[in-house]
């Protein structure tokens, strides 16, 4: 069997993860390089894609041809940097590759924090999740001072640290809409609230939206995450039909109403 030329990336629209390879070849001016297929995580996974990854049901995962499977965005997102070598998106100077990296191992609590805050069904526990988030916001601006105070990035463009990070920022609209998240007015955080608000606007980053974001993860704020519905729902918010931009914005009070199917604009017309 001949090797496939283009990739093939299974995965999810908007997935953060995804969105990882596809801010990358993006920078790369390469969006042609890939093949992304959709998958609807709201049905079970099918036979034909769980033979090829063995069984696991995470995503992004990409195919290679002559049954050649790469799993994890940043393992993927590394294969792309290397195969893909004109115009380098991480650092090549050892030095500040190593920087590099060094942030980029700072996201794995990063993420994890933003998502048990939305997910949390518990009134009681919210300034305590918020006072974790801004501590993370913390290191993260402590660690931009030191080596990159003028900023906006961490070097002189948007590159590898900002690539991995800022699908997570984008997805953490959900904590402004549901959770009321602000930055603090004390004056700190200004750099990180620097850094995250240059990412979000940069061209690279803008495959998806604040509103697609908001409706699609309600699910997550009602507690129920990767497809799973809530009781007594019987459609997901991640669900293609109706088409996300054909519903209403769901209700920001998550601790005091769990809205309905219909409220959410998820049953056919």
Known sequence: ???????????????PFSQRLEILLELKGRRDAVEFRVVDITKPRSEDLLKKT??????????????????????????????LPDRPVAQRDPYRRAVENMLVAMEGAF????????????????????SGML???GRIDDFLQQHAPSGPFL????????T?????????????YYEDFSWPDDGSCQRVRQWVEACLAHPAAQQVTKEQIVKLYYDYAMGSGNGA?????????????PDWR???WPPRNKYEHHATDAELGLLPA
């Not at 069997?1 to 997935?15: K, S, T």
């Not at 993420?111 to 918020?130: F, H, I, K, S």
């Not at 519905?229 to 039909?241: C, K, M, Q, T, Y």
């Open 229 to 241: 519905l809530p009781a007594d729902r019987r459609v997901s918010s991640f669900s293609f039909e």
């Open 54 to 83: 063995r069984g696991t049901t995470a995503l992004p995962v990409m195919e290679l041809g002559d049954e050649r499977i790469l799993k994890e965005s940043l393992v993927i997102l590394q294969y792309l940097e290397d195969v």
């Open 155 to 162: 070097f002189e463009q948007f590159g590898w640290a900002e």
């Open 135 to 137: 501590k993370l916001y």
């Open 164 to 176: 991995v990070f800022t699908p997570f920022f984008l997805r953490f609209w959900f904590l402004d």
């Open 1 to 15: 069997m001949p090797q496939r030329d283009q990739p093939i990336v299974h995965h999810i629209p908007v997935c």
């Open 111 to 130: 993420a994890t924090q933003g998502y048990v805050w939305v997910m949390n069904q518990d009134p009681q526990r919210r300034d305590e999740l918020r």
């Open 246 to 248: 054909e519903r209403p």
